[in-house]
């Protein structure tokens, strides 16, 4: 059996298809994972590393500014549509599964043309454009939140199972988590990211933490992200801070972990209530119908987070994450919230479904 991947773009639409194809391959050793995405984003670096067959698209989102790249637009999807033809015709997949964003705009479009099984699993509380004009085609919609359903065409062939994460967040050597980034287990760490990409606003704003815990002796683990590689760079002198435009090993990121501060993708919400991390969440206040706000707002009820608006980051930041970080009986409290929200089978129920659709 062959199961073809698309999906790509950032990290919160890559990591999904990849737990969901792990778990696949340990119920059903013998299956063909395929992936599909862009030469120059996230999935063509990662995808190989794990050591999945590759390949790629010409493809890329359109943007809502006025831009010069949109007048190619129009020329990329028909060339996709194309290139997406000829792959399928090529791998032959027994069901094909997106993930969300524009990579698998595309492929599940031909698919579903093609009469193949056809899967989409979207992770946010309201779904991107290309989920909402795929809902109506594809054969199955799974979904992280309830809420969802309103904004999908097909809703009796949708169903809520969760966002998978990949377990080997849970498996973690933490010694090896510390040495990797050359830290001390006898110090508290703040986890700091914005995502694949980064975050301006954040990256803004840690200086102000990184003297904190300069001056206080704990310890800081910054990833800026590729666009914004020079933020931390005067900071890096010092050995209880680690700055890094990506990080590969997120998974030793988490371990090392007693407070992350992020925004708040579905990804990564998935990812913290996984292993219980206390938060500092700022949504990222141009997301399609202000969905990562909804989605923090689901944490900070559960008592698992604290949200702090997108404008307020610079003043706010330092004053919320020493409420925690000196909180012990605190932070302990939002460890316990953050993990009876997770979802860690997640990954398994799909793979499951998946497989029964691919027999």
């Known amino acids: 059996m062959t199961i073809l991947f698309a999906g790509g773009g950032t990290g919160g639409h890559l990591y999904p298809a990849i737990a969901i194809a792990e778990e696949i391959l340990k119920l059903e050793p013998s299956t063909r994972v395929v992936f599909a995405g862009t030469k120059n984003k996230i999935e063509a670096r990662v995808v190989p590393q794990k050591g999945f067959e590759f390949f790629t698209i010409w493809i890329s989102g359109f943007s809502r500014r006025l831009k010069l790249s949109n007048i190619l637009f129009p020329v990329k999807v028909v060339v996709s549509l194309f290139q997406s033809f000829f792959l399928i015709a090529k791998v032959k997949p027994n069901v094909v599964v997106g993930t969300g964003g524009y990579v698998c705009g595309p492929i599940l479009f031909v698919a579903s043309l093609m009469k193949i099984p056809t899967v989409v699993h979207e992770s946010n509380s309201y779904p991107g454009v290309t989920t909402r004009m795929l809902a109506s085609r594809v054969s199955k919609v799974f979904i992280t939140f309830d809420v ?55 990256n803004k704003a840690m200086p102000d933490v ?12 910054w990833q800026t992200g590729e666009g914004d590689a020079q933020a931390g760079m005067s900071f890096q002198h010092h050995h209880n801070i680690k700055v890094m435009k990506f990080i590969e090993r997120m998974d030793y990121g988490y371990a090392v972990a007693d407070v992350v501060i992020s925004r708040s993708g579905a990804t990564t919400l998935a990812e913290l209530t996984r292993l219980g991390k206390p ?54 409290q939002m460890s316990e ?8 089978n997640a990954g398994k129920e799909l793979a499951d479904k998946i497989l029964s659709m691919m027999k």
């Open 148 to 202: 969802t359903r309103k904004w999908l065409q097909a809703k009796s062939d949708i169903e809520l199972v969760g966002n998978p994460t990949r377990e080997a967040l849970s498996i973690v050597n933490n010694d090896e988590a510390y040495e990797y980034f050359g830290f001390s287990k006898e110090k508290k760490t703040v986890f700091a990211f914005g995502g694949s990409l980064g975050a301006a606003s954040i």
């Open 210 to 221: 990184i003297n904190d815990a300069i001056r206080n002796n704990y310890q800081v683990l």
């Open 279 to 332: 938060s500092i969440l700022i949504p990222y206040p141009f997301a399609a119908a202000d969905h990562q706000t909804l989605n923090a707002k689901a944490m900070v009820e559960a008592g698992a987070a604290v949200m702090i608006d997108d404008a307020q980051l610079k003043t706010q930041l330092l004053y919320e994450l020493k409420k925690i970080m000196y909180d012990e009986r605190l932070c302990l």
């Open 337 to 344: 919230e953050s993990v009876k929200l997770g979802k860690p």
